[in-house]
């Protein structure tokens, strides 16, 4: 398939997870991209992609469990207006459902694991380690945690 006609999303959480993704800011030029990061008051500089919003979710509110049922539903209406072929994520708790649902969808599954994570490997690397297509890590040292993994270096 070609490059252009491949539509690829990338999902990241805001803050540090998200600029890690916008490094790879000439790869997401080669195909139709788009951006799926949380609501938040962060803002990155994403100029000319279209980007959706899911909600922001931390493990310890009481709320989680709803918020991850609404970013569920958020992300399958992404998926029915977008069509990507496949999803490229850095994480973290807020991208599961999309990742799990565009496994479930038979979309391609790339999860690269966190820069900042250099010896113990992230809650959401351990879950999306056994559905990713590709698994990369960017340190050595979680090869232990990940055999499967593909280590070439960090994106820094």
Same mark, same amino acid.
């Given at each position: 398939?070609?490059?252009?006609?491949?539509?690829?999303?990338?999902?990241?959480?805001?803050?540090?997870?998200?600029?890690?993704?916008?490094?790879?800011?000439?790869?997401?030029?080669?195909?139709?991209?788009? *951006?799926v990061t949380?609501?938040?008051?962060?803002?990155?500089?994403?100029?000319? %992609?279209?980007?959706?919003?899911? %909600?922001?979710?931390?493990?310890?509110?009481?709320?989680?469990?709803?918020? %991850?049922?609404?970013?569920?539903?958020?992300? *399958?209406?992404?998926?029915?207006?977008?069509?990507?072929?496949?999803?490229?994520?850095?994480?973290?708790?807020?991208?599961? #459902?999309?990742?799990? *649902?565009?496994?479930?969808?038979?979309?391609?599954? +790339?999860?690269?694991?966190?820069?900042?994570?250099?010896?113990?490997?992230?809650?959401?690397?351990?879950? *999306?380690?056994?559905?990713?297509?590709?698994?990369? +890590?960017?340190?050595p040292e979680l090869?232990?945690?990940? #055999?499967?993994?593909?280590?070439?270096?960090?994106?820094?």
């Amino acid at each position: 398939m070609d490059g252009m006609k491949r539509k690829v999303c990338f999902a990241a959480s805001s803050g540090g997870h998200l600029d890690e993704l916008l490094i790879l800011r000439p790869l997401m030029e080669r195909y139709d991209s788009f *951006l799926v990061t949380e609501k938040t008051a962060y803002r990155a500089a994403v100029g000319g %992609l279209r980007c959706y919003y899911l %909600l922001q979710v931390n493990r310890r509110e009481r709320t989680c469990l709803l918020k %991850l049922v609404v970013n569920a539903f958020r992300s *399958l209406k992404i998926f029915l207006d977008e069509k990507p072929d496949m999803v490229v994520c850095t994480g973290v708790l807020a991208t599961i #459902p999309l990742c799990l *649902l565009g496994k479930a969808l038979g979309k391609k599954l +790339i999860f690269i694991e966190s820069f900042a994570k250099v010896n113990t490997p992230t809650l959401t690397g351990r879950l *999306l380690y056994h559905f990713a297509d590709r698994f990369y +890590i960017q340190w050595p040292e979680l090869q232990e945690s990940y #055999p499967k993994a593909v280590y070439q270096g960090y994106i820094y």
